[in-house]
């Protein structure tokens, strides 16, 4: 069974697998009633530049709005970037237009925050899995359900159930099935934007762990979007924090979580509460210090 | 005397499928000027308790089928509707997880605070208006006089969750409770309004009941915590003593669980996941409610035995059979 | 560990996949959403009732003249034509073998509004469909394109709104010229098809922004596939709504014209023709006018009920998440 034509090299070339360079992308604010005229842009994602190497996961951080997601989305070409360049392994992305683009897509994929919207509640789950398959035409129908069974066996999820509609199931097993299908053409970049939010803490673990053993057991890279520290914390070697648009900070993880260079930075990670009572007192202190250095009010 | 005594509340949802166990005997107290923490997972009852407490479940299908609710001796299950409503905001306030949909869109933010102020004193509504203004800028909302006039919708989330705080505080309670305040919030406005809640509480010497999933923020602002599964509360305790010595193995899970933050070698690591899901509270299994996810079910039969919660250490309640102090190995302290 | 990527894509993970035992395996809950839907509509008991007068109703047009090579039971039974006229058998009142009576022209009644109601229902059903059909092509292309070709679509929409409805189908008619079942089937649809359109362009923006959507663009999907596989599919519900919602119109449209002489031609009746024939005779014979109306009125009510039973047994809202 084919895996796919592929676009670029297979074999690793040591370096990064994803270079981002000033990526931007603006939209324009409409006003106006018969004739809409531009006024001004929302600068969503505001010149942005990155890279993630093989095999690693660059966490992306930042508030509500920070453009993350947004920054996600135009990696994969969901949304056209308005400014910037994506290079992946040795391909332009932001060039890449009709059957080029496609096939590239099977190179990377996305893990949705929303267990509950990223299914299509009239598709068996057995189909949701199988449908990157049948869209790269990949392997017969036979071929294509014992990969279904497969897939779905790696990620935890029981392959006896593939008859079964999502809303038949909780938020940790939708998440499964949707990393399933995120797998299903074995791609090398998966951009995970707020793949535990909407999780409780003990399902919270299941997924991180399972993303964790994904990574180690296929080489899989990872953009790890999340708006909480601390998951990103156990995830990624590399850390970019993002406030409106902007990129305040990027580094390795540990430099970055013990020695915040950027005051944002800072003021993000003192805000977290840890489940320590005495450590949170001391943390409070700091925030109450960090407010007074920047003397600005809320 | 306690000023909020919950003394064995149970509320029971009724459905097709069943009685939905939602509340199965919760019992705890809120002093004056004490900050109690319920935490648990989605689905545990802990919002259930809070809407029972102030009778805004809906009734039919819900129902409070035993136990009593004790607010300065006055037992508020067994008010009629209209001195419940006389209860809420003046003696008992609520303010709720997502400050987008608990503010009426269509009204000022001007006129819901006056609305509540009104409702329970006779004052003017000149009179009720200055003292809005004075509430807006006691929970740090600038320009507060202008703002009076505007919509929900022209404020930012932090500052909706001040405004409801504000309604909330506006009569006076002696008693806050705050569900999921912070979680539709972004971490540093989860922040401010922990730390302004935390003023507020001081200065007016209010009890606050917080109920949250996150551990974190229970250790930012609870004396005391609860600790909820499946409709029960499985463990209770000073706050300190929680974290120090986590005795139910649920929240030795739930502890274990949690990514840190701080500490070496996250990255490498792997999280102490709970295998498993919470019970479906129709079919609750007969004897413990944590045992088909618990590490020691197998030591002996303690799963068919439904327990009860007890004093397992001084002012530390567990229900369990296997509390961590009674398995023999050193207790290390949470923090790293 | 370096891992060769090729050997990625054969699915051996170098450890074992965690035991089932330790993850959810079995569904939390197993239901199918037609059947739980189909519970919820039997909760309400004026939807459940009214499915059940519509049903009567549809039988007794159906099988008391018969359609098709059908025989009807009680034009074998008896041996009537609804559309011989008969002057002996004139103004007969109520009897078994004609439980409405005859009409000025001997014909029996009780066949009579059956054979008009198989016009006047088959002519709202067949227009129905027909409106659904360009409705939701209309209404997908525009919702699922967006931007200014939306806009226009909109706009020329909303023009077309401002046309009054029944006037429209008069209009409609008079330029095709001959009326007859299917003439007054494209007359309506054409003065009728911009709130399906309206509907389908509403849920497919709506249903356009959930993350399974998104989803399918990931992997590659071509547009048309997009359509088809996730975003119709997810229309059923509002579509079967709007079914019931346009057919006690068409009806009544129907029922209208021909009232007012522009619709089906004597002798072949519809409810409308039927009353308009009763009109002159009310004063001494009410019953002949008042029975093609009840049916009328009946129809469209049971319509509208179901509509609202359907509504509400597949409102997303109370669907389990």
Redesign the interface.
């Known amino acids: 069974m084919t895996?796919g034509s592929a676009l670029v090299p297979?074999?690793?070339t040591g370096g990064p697998l994803l270079t981002v360079t000033d990526l931007e992308k603006h939209f324009p604010v409409r006003q106006g009633i018969l004739w809409e005229r531009t006024v001004g842009y929302v600068k969503a994602v505001d010149g942005v530049s990155f890279s993630i190497p093989e095999?690693k996961t660059l966490g992306l951080v930042g508030?509500?709005g920070s453009g993350k997601s947004t920054t996600g989305?135009c990696i994969?070409q969901?949304l056209k970037p308005t400014g910037g360049t994506i290079r992946f392994q040795d391909t332009e992305l932001t060039t890449l237009k009709g059957e080029d683009?496609?096939?590239a897509?099977?190179h990377m994929?996305?893990v949705?925050?929303?267990p509950?919207?990223?299914?299509?509640?009239?598709?068996t789950v057995g189909s949701?899995v199988a449908?990157?398959l049948e869209?790269?035409r990949i392997g017969t129908r036979k071929g294509r359900t014992e990969?279904v069974r497969?897939?779905l066996?790696?990620?935890?999820?029981?392959p006896n159930?593939t008859n079964?509609?999502p809303?038949?199931?909780?938020g940790?097993?939708r998440q499964?099935i949707?990393i399933a299908?995120a797998l299903a053409?074995?791609p090398?970049l998966i951009v995970c934007d707020e793949p535990v939010s909407a999780l409780?803490?003990?399902?919270?673990?299941?997924i991180?762990?399972?993303l964790?053993?994904l990574q180690?057991?296929?080489?899989?890279t990872y953009l790890f979007i999340s708006?909480?520290?601390?998951?990103v914390?156990?995830?990624?070697?590399e850390i970019a924090v993002m406030n409106q648009g902007k990129l305040v900070e990027v580094g390795a993880?540990?430099e970055v979580?013990l020695h915040p260079k950027d005051e944002y930075t800072r003021?993000?990670?003192?805000?977290?509460?840890?489940?320590?009572?005495?450590?949170?007192r001391e943390r409070?202190a700091e925030?109450a210090r960090l407010r007074l250095d920047r003397a600005t009010?809320? | 005397m306690a000023l909020l005594d919950v003394q064995n509340l149970k509320t029971y949802f009724y459905t097709r499928e069943g009685a939905v166990q939602a509340v199965d005997g919760v019992s705890f107290s809120v002093e004056v000027g004490r900050t109690l923490g319920i935490v648990g997972e989605s689905g545990c009852g802990k919002s259930v308790t809070a809407l029972s407490i102030m009778g805004l479940i809906p009734r039919p299908p819900a129902k409070i089928v035993d136990g009593a609710v004790l607010f300065d001796g006055r037992d508020l299950t067994k008010l009629s509707e209209h001195e419940l409503e006389d209860v809420r905001g003046k003696e008992i306030a609520m303010i709720f997880q997502d400050p987008m949909t608990s503010l009426n869109p269509t009204f000022k933010i001007g006129t819901q605070i006056t609305e509540t102020l009104r409702r329970h004193f006779d004052i003017s509504k000149a009179a009720a208006r200055l003292r809005a203004v004075e509430l807006l800028e006691e929970v740090g909302i600038p320009d507060a006089a202008a703002r009076l006039d505007d919509y929900p919708h022209q404020f930012s989330g932090g500052m909706r969750q001040r405004v409801m705080i504000a309604i909330a505080l506006s009569c006076q309670p002696r008693l806050l409770i705050a569900d999921e305040p912070t979680t539709a919030l972004d971490v540093t406005i989860q922040a401010q309004i922990l730390d302004l809640l935390e003023r507020l509480r001081v200065e007016r010497q209010m009890a606050l009941l917080i109920i949250t999933h996150d551990m974190g923020v229970i250790a930012e602002v609870a004396d005391e915590v609860a600790v909820m599964y499946a409709g029960q509360f499985v463990e209770r305790a000073p706050a300190l003593e929680l974290f120090d010595n986590p005795e139910h193995p649920y929240t030795e899970a739930l502890l274990g669980a949690l990514p840190q933050l701080e500490g070496s070698g996250i990255r490498e690591g792997r999280l102490t996941a709970i295998p498993g899901r919470p019970p479906d509270l129709v079919d609750l299994p007969e004897g413990c409610r944590f045992a088909p996810r618990c590490p020691y079910d197998g030591l002996d039969s303690c799963a068919s035995r439904p327990q009860e919660l007890r004093e397992v250490r001084p002012g530390h309640l567990v229900r369990s059979a296997h509390p961590a102090s009674a398995r023999g190995h050193a207790r290390e302290p949470v923090a790293t | 560990m370096a891992v060769n990527p090729r050997q990625a894509t054969t699915l051996q993970p170098q450890t074992a996949a965690p035991p089932l035992a330790e993850t959810a395996g079995a569904p939390i809950r197993q239901s199918s959403l037609w059947r739980d839907a189909y519970r919820r509509y039997l909760r309400n008991k004026g939807a459940v009732a009214s499915a059940v007068v519509f049903l009567i109703i549809v039988l007794y047009c159906l099988f008391i003249p018969g359609f098709w090579f059908i025989p009807g039971i009680w034009t074998t039974l008896f041996d009537i034509d609804p559309n011989q006229v008969n002057f002996a058998e004139a103004r007969l009142p109520p009897s078994f073998e004609h439980p409405f009576g005859t009409d000025q022209f001997g014909r029996d009644l009780f066949t009579r509004v059956a054979k008009g109601g198989q016009v006047s229902i088959g002519i709202g059903f067949a227009a129905t469909i027909a409106i659904l059909l360009i409705g939701v092509t209309y209404g997908s292309i525009s919702g699922f394109v967006g931007g200014t070709l939306d806009n226009a679509m909109m706009r020329f929409l909303d023009a077309l709104y401002g046309l009054p409805y029944l006037p429209f189908a008069i209009l409609a008619l008079a330029i095709i010229g001959t009326v007859n079942f299917w003439t007054m089937v494209l007359a309506l649809t054409i003065a009728s098809w911009f709130t399906a359109a309206r509907i389908v362009r509403g849920q497919v923006i709506s249903l356009k922004e959930n993350d399974y959507v998104r989803a399918a663009h990931a992997v590659g999907a071509r547009w048309h596939r997009v359509l088809t596989r996730h975003l119709l599919p997810n229309t059923l519900g509002v579509l079967i709504i709007a079914t019931f919602l346009e057919l006690p119109a068409v009806v009544l449209g129907e029922a209208f014209l021909s009232f007012i002489g522009l619709g089906i031609n004597p002798p072949d009746p519809s409810w409308g023709s039927l009353a308009s024939e009763a009109r002159q005779g009310y004063r001494t014979h009410p019953l002949d006018l008042w029975i093609p109306c009840l049916f009328i009125a009946a129809l469209v009510l049971c319509a509208n009920f179901i509509a609202d039973g359907l509504r509400d047994a597949l409102d997303p809202r109370t669907r389990e998440t």
Not at chain 1, 167 to 170: P, R
């Open positions: 895996e297979t074999a690793s095999g508030e509500s989305y994969l969901l683009l496609r096939r897509r099977q994929q996305i949705f925050q929303d509950y919207s990223s299914l299509d509640p009239r598709m949701i449908e990157p869209v790269h990969r497969r897939l066996e790696v990620v935890g999820f029981n159930f079964r509609y809303h038949e199931f909780s940790g097993q499964r949707g299908r053409l074995s090398k409780d803490v003990s399902i919270q673990a299941q991180l762990n399972l964790k053993d180690r057991d296929f080489g899989l708006h909480d520290l601390a998951v914390r156990t995830m990624a070697d993880a540990e979580y003021a993000l990670f003192t805000a977290v509460p840890v489940p320590d009572p005495r450590r949170q409070k925030r009010g809320m």
